[in-house]
């Protein structure tokens, strides 16, 4: 009773602090709504036994991407009466990208079928959390049946790291760069400059 209780809260909090990310008008407030569903998840998640995915939820995007979100909110001065004068302009296209993932959706689901092994394994018996903890039966899924493509999402991170030194590490004129063989070369005389003060003055 008290799991059921907590599972319709849970999901009821989850999808009324998603609706508030994509309604609310201030952008702060739309990252720590989307927070909230972070949260809201990972509660989910330990109510069905995967608290190594809760806490990976948790860590991952409430403790990085969330917190990264919100600082990039915060820093950037956004122009928001600038963003909305483009909006009617935009608007056919956007109505149109819609529809078109519209009908995608439709068909994927119109298409969907189970497949034959599903009933062997919803038939099969599933083993205690005791003697199968949860990381491990993840870990042993994940290295097995999906080695090679959780090495690929690894390879596409690892590129998407790459472009983004790439494209931020670009030379520019005008613009102070450290070099550090340059620092480490300096001498003494180079770096100290000692200074006589008399005494009863400030400068």
Known sequence: MIQGLAFYVFSLVAIAAAVMVI????PVHSVLFLILVFFSAAALFVLMGAEFLAMILVVVYVGAVAVLFLFVVMMLDINFAELREGFLRYLPVGLLIG???????????????ASPDAAK???????????????????KVLYTDYAYLFQASGI?????????????LRERAGVKRQ????????????AVAVRKVQTGSSA
Do not use: C, F, Y
Not at 23 to 26: I, L, T
């Open 179 to 190: 070099v550090i063989a340059r620092q480490n070369a300096r001498r003494r005389d180079q």
């Open 156 to 168: 596409i991170l690892l590129i998407a790291m790459i472009g983004a030194i790439v494209l931020t």
């Open 99 to 113: 529809i078109v993932l519209l009908v995608e959706l439709v068909v994927v689901v119109a298409s969907w079928k």
């Open 121 to 139: 394994a919803l038939a099969a018996p599933t083993p205690s959390i005791q003697a199968v903890p949860n990381t491990h039966a993840l870990g």
């Open 23 to 26: 309604s609310a008008r201030n």
